[in-house]
């Protein structure tokens, strides 16, 4: 065999240990409609920019579109939560609905931040390197998009605002990289299924290693892998993703770097229940780093309340400031004893827990035939359905089922990279108010309440009948 065709297949094998995908090296500039020109209306609180394909040096070959949620009544936000899909032209499509999905829009919110999907308009069998290592075109592609976001949204401090990144497969390394190349404005980094290689590793193929930048050690890591994916089960398609995570956790753990590796129970590359542990984490990590003010450097992650791991162990124990042995330095970083707690029962059955009612709906309301609502998504658990009663008894539920082939059932339904489906679910519920008062009843008494993913109701709100 021709020494050039034994070195394509060896590229072909590692992208697909680490990845999972076996692309073909892309040689010049794509841009394609189809797939990639389906997706929602983007009007303010959305915002949705556009950047070309380049065969420039150094420049993004393919196209991309960047949307981006406002959280509604903030003023100056305080950060970006980027959610950021995988390889393969099914995932990139995903992207296109990531800024829409009111779970991760309530983490947003909930910090003065502002929602961020990229979606890369990767052709299918073409390189997915060529945007997942962000230093061939996509980091700077994201930040052209950042500046033009900030115009369009009329935010500018968007392009100075420090982000938490999460990220799926080729988008885990995509965010790991990002989080290398800028580590003092990256607060976090979920990595699902998805490292990438660092020195002393060497480059493999067409995979090129990154050097580290000691500021990246004070960066929040979370390697999240499916237990299918090389933990258990070692004859997976994606058995190969364990062990490339193992390898970075130990490369950098090693060096003293706040990285913990987390192992779904219940799954192989596909994402599970994974967001509500991600959520979790990213939550108590943009607490503790985000700056009060814009402009000021991100404040470091507090060692006096961390808790550490062993691996195989499911049992986190507290730890003491700057007495790290060679030991614990084998060990996974958790910010602390909330999130031990949560990554304990995640390991076990991604089953979390949550005691306290979602947000209840507002702005209910009937015109002709329908009722609608607006309602936000209970940060610890999302949303499953709406429960619509007339006099205390259900006459109905949105959605009739909930949708998610990979997890719990929610409201938006999930796609394979996390994002909510087309066409977008609606707060609506179509009630013939018309047939009620032809027979000569009353039209009062209807009620909407919100149920989140644990089965937990919210407070009905009355419906206002014009």
Not at 10 to 16: G, H, M, N, S, T
Request: include cysteine; proline fraction near 8%; aromatic fraction near 8%.
């Amino acid at each position: 065999m021709k020494p050039l065709l034994i070195d394509v297949i060896k590229a072909a094998r590692v992208f697909l240990i680490l990845h999972g995908w076996i692309c073909v090296l892309a040689i010049e500039a794509f841009s394609q409609s189809a797939p990639y020109d389906v997706f929602p209306e983007a009007n303010p609180p959305y915002f949705r920019v556009r950047i070309e394909p380049s065969n420039n040096t150094g420049e993004l070959i393919y196209g991309a579109n960047f949307t981006i949620w406002i959280p509604p009544n903030v003023q100056i936000l305080r950060g970006i939560l980027v959610h950021q899909h995988g390889c393969g032209e099914g995932s990139c499509k995903s992207g296109l609905t990531g800024a829409y999905d009111l779970h991760w829009q309530a983490l947003a919110s909930a910090h003065q931040c502002a929602l961020l999907s990229p979606a890369y308009e990767q052709p299918e069998k073409a390189d997915c390197q060529m945007w997942c290592d962000p230093r061939k075109g996509s980091a700077r592609a994201f930040m052209q998009a950042i500046e033009s976001l900030a115009v369009k949204s009329n935010h500018p401090e968007l392009p100075q605002l420090p982000w938490a990144l999460w990220g799926h497969s080729g988008g885990g390394h995509w965010c790991g990289g990002m989080a290398l190349l800028y580590p003092h404005r990256t607060v976090a980094a979920w990595l699902r299924s998805g490292v990438l290689l660092v020195e002393p590793v060497a480059s493999k193929g067409n995979i090129q290693n990154y050097s580290i930048n000691d500021a990246l050690l004070d960066v929040p890591l979370m390697c999240n892998v499916g237990t299918k994916e090389g933990v258990t089960v070692q004859d997976d398609r994606f058995s190969g993703v364990w062990p490339a995570n193992l390898e970075f956790f130990t490369n950098l753990r090693s060096r003293g770097a706040l990285i913990a590796t987390a192992v779904d129970p219940l799954t192989s590359h596909e994402c599970g229940n994974q967001r509500y542990m991600a959520i979790a984490w990213l939550d108590e990590c943009l607490k503790q780093r985000l700056p009060d003010k814009p402009g000021q450097p991100l404040k470091p992650m507090n060692a006096n309340q961390a808790w550490l791991v062993a691996h195989g162990s499911d049992t986190p124990v507290s730890s003491e400031p700057n007495q790290a042995s060679s030991d614990t330095l084998k060990w996974s970083w958790l910010p602390n004893q909330r999130i031990a707690k949560l990554w304990t029962i995640y390991s076990k059955d991604t089953n979390l827990p949550d005691d306290t009612p979602p947000p209840a709906p507002t702005s209910a309301g009937l015109e002709g035939d329908a009722i609608t609502w607006e309602c936000q998504a209970d940060v610890e658990s999302g949303l499953a359905y709406f429960v619509i009663e007339k006099d205390g008894t259900e006459i109905g539920r949105v959605p009739e089922k909930s949708n998610n082939p990979f997890g719990r059932p929610v409201f938006q339904g999930l796609q394979y990279s996390d994002t909510p489906g087309q066409p977008l679910a609606q707060m609506r519920f179509i009630y013939s108010a018309s047939a009620d008062q032809k027979a000569g009843n009353s039209t009062a008494g209807l009620s909407v309440r919100s149920v989140n993913t644990v089965g937990r109701s919210s407070s009905k709100t009355a419906v206002t009948i014009p």
